[in-house]
């Protein structure tokens, strides 16, 4: 779990440092900030951001904290299904293999 927690803390910033809000100041010009997309996990918090509601750090670890809490009942949902294969990033020969074995039955 703490892996993925800062698995998830990293992608965060690097999709912020990537663009993530000017990505939303642009999409505002053409949409309202009351369009359900922009209720996703992380598009509320730079909308709230931007208006001066939030500051950054804060913003920062609402995004962190929503998505672990999402990541969570993935998890939990994901314990329900017994067929789920994981792989490890970088595995992408065995997930070739096993979509090839799952295409040909």
């Known amino acids: 779990r703490n892996l993925l ?3 998830i ?6 999709m912020l440092n990537s663009g993530w809000i000017e990505e939303v100041e642009e999409l505002l010009k053409y949409y309202p900030k ?3 997309p ?8 730079i909308i709230l951001h ?4 939030l500051k950054f750090n804060q913003m920062v670890q609402i995004i962190q904290q ?7 009942r993935q998890m939990t949902w994901f314990k329900k299904e017994s067929n789920i294969e994981w792989f490890k990033p970088g595995e992408v020969s065995g997930v070739f293999d096993r979509i090839k074995v799952f295409l040909e039955k």
Not at 9 to 14: E, P
Not at 50 to 53: A, C, D, R, V, Y
Not at 66 to 72: C, H, L, P, Q, W
Request: no cysteine.
């Open 5 to 7: 927690y800062e698995r």
């Open 50 to 53: 931007l208006s001066g509601k």
């Open 38 to 45: 922009f209720q996703s996990i992380g598009y509320r918090e």
């Open 34 to 36: 009351e369009a359900k």
């Open 66 to 72: 929503r998505t672990r809490r999402y990541a969570k």
């Open 9 to 14: 803390n990293q992608r965060t910033q690097k």
